[in-house]
């Protein structure tokens, strides 16, 4: 349910930290939130800003901002409160206008399509004070760099630098066999086709949308490549389309690479870095490789010892 602006007046609880103070009376609250509230301002003594190790005082009169708890559960999935909590675990950047999260394998971005509850609906739901907006997307099964922005200008500005180009996005990955020393640059049409259950794919066609990806070798594996990925245009499932096109689908991919996925716990696919201008300053955010893909190659190395990063 959501409370009401409540002033509190500092008794028995003087010298406590500020934190400690409202977490006793926002109780149901995710730390993170309250810890958020005080850095935007939310949280007032005395009429005036203070941070979170504030001690306060006998006499301090706390302002404590309207707030959401307990939060009924979304059908069909996870309560919108847990989700918005595993999110700013899992956040990797955040300022006034920008939020960028490492988002885990298997979280939609966005609800629909038999998901009740993706990343955007679940952070509305948790402050419902910040138009929070997709500056861009990635599949489900896809972990990474995911910025959502904060305010309408910050979301024109980044659909901007998308437009032309000027964001910069690394991805890593692992596929199936030995990739070409010699293949860098993937340039083949896109289309997107609809399977008989509705489900969308795409597939390389000679109509299709202009795409083209950049990719490095970073080591070979026993009977696997992992590579890194610089998508050069944005097209749904790009490059995991141009990847089983080239005949090495990435590993655990349930759509596109057919009967080796399934021995896979997820899909070897991880957006790492995001570089781009945002109000005349440089960002660049990094989410380094989840566990399994470390673990994926101590697995597959012992298979053949003597292989080298060096093509």
């Known amino acids: 349910m959501a409370a009401e602006v409540n002033i509190v007046s500092v008794d028995a609880e003087h010298g406590q930290r500020l934190a400690k103070f409202l977490i006793a009376r926002m109780k ?18 005395n009429g005036a800003r203070r941070p979170p190790d504030y001690r306060v005082q006998r006499g301090d009169r706390v302002r404590i901002p ?9 059908p069909g999935g996870p309560g919108p409160g847990a989700l918005a909590e595993i999110l ?3 956040t990797v950047y955040e300022d006034d206008d920008l939020l960028v999260i490492d988002k885990p394998s298997g979280v939609a971005v966005h609800g629909g399509s038999g998901v009740s509850l993706g990343v955007i609906e679940a ?5 419902p ?13 896809t972990s990474g760099c995911l910025a959502v922005a904060k305010n309408r200008p910050t979301l024109l500005a ?14 890593d990955l692992v596929v199936d066999g030995r990739w070409p020393a010699g293949l860098r640059v993937v340039d083949k049409p ?3 086709y609809p399977l008989s259950s509705g489900e969308r794919r795409v597939r390389v066609q000679d109509d299709g949308e202009p795409s083209t990806t950049a990719f490095n070798v970073v080591d070979r594996l026993g009977g696997a490549t992992w590579l890194t990925a610089f998508p050069r245009t944005g097209r ?74 060096a093509d």
């Open 158 to 171: 980044l659909h901007a630098e998308l437009r032309r180009g000027a964001v910069s996005k690394r991805y």
């Open 28 to 45: 149901g609250l995710p730390k993170s939130r309250i810890y958020r509230m005080v850095r935007r301002g939310e949280v007032r003594v």
């Open 123 to 127: 952070l509305r739901r948790d402050d």
């Open 236 to 309: 749904t499932h790009q490059i995991r389309v141009h990847a089983a096109a080239c005949g090495h689908p990435i590993l655990g991919d349930a759509k596109y690479a057919g009967a080796t996925a399934q021995v896979h716990p997820r899909l070897f696919l991880h957006a790492t870095a995001l570089t781009f201008r945002l109000q005349g300053r440089r960002v660049r955010i990094d989410a380094p490789v989840p566990r399994e893909f470390e673990a994926l190659r101590d697995a597959l190395r012992p298979l053949n010892p003597r292989v080298s990063r």
């Open 190 to 192: 896109l289309a997107r």
């Open 129 to 141: 004070s910040v138009p929070y907006a997709l500056a861009h997307r990635l599949d489900r099964d």
């Open 88 to 90: 700013r675990t899992a």
């Open 66 to 74: 309207p707030f959401r708890s307990g939060p009924p559960p979304a």
